[in-house]
């Protein structure tokens, strides 16, 4: 079907659009801003999102142990607690090797979600009262999701994704200052939880694109719709 016959084309924020394309922000998700909640209180949850292998982007061991030290940094943290959920992509023998390595480690989780073994919980639900998300850069998805939720996002990031999609997703959220990159392989940050450098969403992700949608595509007004 030709392009023209088409009144608006969407274009995934990986790829870069072609003209007279509108740019989504983020892959679309079902996770809305006014849905979230922040707790309140001295203790700070933090939210770890393991995503794992896919075309063009394959982990290593060593992965997995550099993720556990940066952790551990984050466990270090007075009154801050971290909850961990592991994905379909991850695999049962990854999520033992994680395990492993925080054991290693002694990194303090209040709870660790494994897909690989069974456990189910929404993305939505374990974001629920969080202060901040740290998510695998593999995954577009669950970025996206915590960006729509309007947390503060840190994608960490091994060197090892050499997916051109995966990378300009990226980089043109860490341009709109709306996550923060973590190179694992790079000096830790002093501040692992720093998120002066992130604007989250102050509205809703949709609500932005229909708003876009209704300049491209104006509505007929309703006196011409009682005249047909």
């Known amino acids: 079907m030709p392009r023209s016959a088409f009144a608006a084309i969407l274009s ?5 659009p072609k003209q007279g394309e509108i740019e989504l922000s ?12 922040v707790r309140t209180g001295d203790t ?4 770890v999102l393991i995503g794992g292998d ?18 551990k940094l984050i466990s270090d943290i007075p ?3 971290i909850c961990i959920s ?34 189910r919980e929404s993305v939505e639900s374990i974001l629920e009262n969080t202060f901040a998300v740290i998510v695998t850069a593999d995954s577009v998805s669950m970025i996206s ?11 960490v990031h091994d060197e090892n994704i050499a997916s051109q999609r995966v990378d300009n997703f990226l980089q043109k959220l860490s341009h709109k200052k709306l996550i923060s990159i973590i190179n694992l392989r790079a000096t830790p940050p002093g ?12 509205v809703c992700w949709s609500d932005e694109l229909w708003k876009e949608l209704a300049e491209r595509i104006p509505l007929a007004s309703s006196s011409d719709a009682v005249n047909k």
């Not at 700070?44 to 939210?47: E, G, I």
């Not at 896919?54 to 952790?71: C, F, K, N, T």
């Open 12 to 16: 995934h924020p990986g790829v870069s």
């Open 26 to 37: 983020i892959s679309p998700t079902h996770a809305r801003l006014a849905h979230h909640t």
């Open 44 to 47: 700070k949850k933090v939210a």
């Open 54 to 71: 896919a075309p063009q982007i394959r982990y290593e061991s060593a992965s997995w142990d550099r993720l556990a030290r940066h952790l």
């Open 79 to 81: 009154r801050t607690e």
């Open 86 to 119: 592991t994905s379909p992509r991850t695999g049962r023998q990854v999520e033992e090797k994680i395990l492993t390595q925080l054991q290693k480690y002694q990194v303090r989780t209040s709870r660790f979600i494994e897909y690989g073994r069974g456990d």
């Open 145 to 155: 999701d915590a960006v729509a939720l309007g947390l503060s996002v840190f994608a």
């Open 191 to 202: 501040d692992p939880l720093d998120t002066s450098k992130i604007v989250p969403f102050d």
